[in-house]
């Protein structure tokens, strides 16, 4: 496939900070479109994501839900349901915290590309940041700062992931 159409999905509350790195981060990864599910915040997410849509116009779009239940699953669903409306042919689902890792010389769409059509799904390392005690998630300035990855205690394992998502 040449040059498949990416768009990302990521739902989150009260998270500006991280959801701003990290929609920065998938679009110049490069994600062609972002959905975003803003889940009640209270904080800057809503001023936040206006200002990234002005940066980056037609490629952001924001959906709102003041509800006060909330299924994180059914709502990723949700959006991902309501993104088809682009005709991706790939999703990329992604938390606030989480930056897609690639090779230095490489980006999702050449990894996405190089897939064979009976591929639905694609397994790929991420990075999971640690924030200092004091450490301040609405101030985007904090994050430069950023050094400390999440380190992973057990290796992944083929069969016992497909044996668990069968259960």
């Not at 040449?2 to 509350?13: E, H, L």
């Not at 800057?44 to 239940?69: C, D, F, K």
């Not at 609405?138 to 992931?161: E, N, W």
């Amino acid at each position: 496939m040449k040059d498949p159409k990416v768009v990302g999905v990521v739902v989150s509350r009260d998270d500006w900070g991280l959801l701003a790195v990290s929609i920065a981060h998938a679009l110049t990864n490069p994600v062609d479109e972002v959905f975003v599910l803003d889940h009640a915040s209270t904080d800057q997410t809503a001023v936040g994501l206006m200002y990234l849509q002005s940066l980056w116009p037609e490629r952001i779009r924001v959906l709102r839900s003041n509800a006060t239940h909330f299924e994180q699953e059914a709502a990723t669903n949700a959006v991902a349901h309501l993104a088809l409306e682009s005709s991706p042919d790939w999703i990329h689902v992604f938390d606030s915290d989480e930056f897609l890792l690639v090779g230095p010389d490489t980006s999702l769409k050449q990894v996405l590309a190089s897939m064979t059509p009976d591929k639905v799904a694609l397994r790929y390392s991420v990075n999971n940041f640690i924030s200092p005690r004091n450490f301040d998630e609405h101030s985007t300035i904090g994050y430069r700062a950023l050094r400390v990855r999440a380190k992973p205690t057990r290796q992944y394992d083929d069969t016992q992931a497909v044996r668990s998502l069968y259960d």
